[in-house]
């Protein structure tokens, strides 16, 4: 049996990837609650090649629109930068701000 969410949804707004599970649930939304989907994406700076063809896909799936709001600011000031100067460790290893380089 379907889960139903607390009373009538109209419109729903969902944070959105473009990958499979977030493209699927898109139609799962819109099927079992009968709800408008509206797919939300952050621009935190991952390239035009990961946004290009997101709208395409995310109403493909069924979703309204897509909004994508650039946040890049906000990330690198709220977080990327805390995390430098607190010396964040990533595995015990690196550095968060630094990328392993594997020899081969």
């Known amino acids: 049996m379907p889960v139903r969410l607390h009373g009538k949804l109209k419109k729903v707004v969902l944070a959105y990837s473009g990958g499979l599970d977030t493209s699927v649930i898109v139609t799962w939304l819109k099927e079992n609650n009968g709800c408008e989907v509206v797919c ?4 935190v700076g991952q390239g035009i090649e990961e946004l290009d063809g997101l709208e395409q896909k995310a109403k493909a799936s069924g979703a309204s629109q897509l909004v994508v709001k650039d946040l890049t600011e906000e990330f690198a000031k709220d977080y990327i930068f ?23």
């Not at 939300?40 to 621009?43: I, L, P, Q, R």
């Not at 805390?82 to 015990?92: T, V």
Request: proline share 7%.
């Open 82 to 104: 805390p995390c430098l100067r607190a010396g964040a460790i990533y595995k015990r290893k690196y550095l968060v701000g630094t990328v392993p380089v594997l020899k081969i």
């Open 40 to 43: 939300f994406t952050a621009d």
